[in-house]
């Protein structure tokens, strides 16, 4: 979360990607810093084992890619 408020802080676009668990902490800290509409991509918690993470990963890739060069989907 604080690597992409660093990023916006830089003009570098970002997304921060969360766990539904995570959800309420991310749109916090993104609204104290002034970043409202900081894209937040949610996923399922828990993680669960690497290859459960890596295939949730693959599902919201494309969400994560158009959060950050602005496409919509």
Do not use: C, W
Not at 6 to 11: L, P, Q
Not at 31 to 53: C, F, K, M, Q, W
């Amino acid at each position: 979360m604080l690597d992409a408020v660093n990023f916006e802080d830089y003009g570098k676009p970002a997304a921060v990607v969360a766990t539904t668990n995570f959800v309420r902490l991310a749109t916090s800290i993104a609204r104290a810093s002034h970043l409202d509409a900081l894209p937040l991509v949610t996923i399922p918690h828990p993680l669960g084992n690497s290859a459960e993470a890596a295939e949730r990963a693959r599902v919201v890739a494309a969400e994560v890619v158009a959060a950050i060069t602005s496409e919509q989907i």
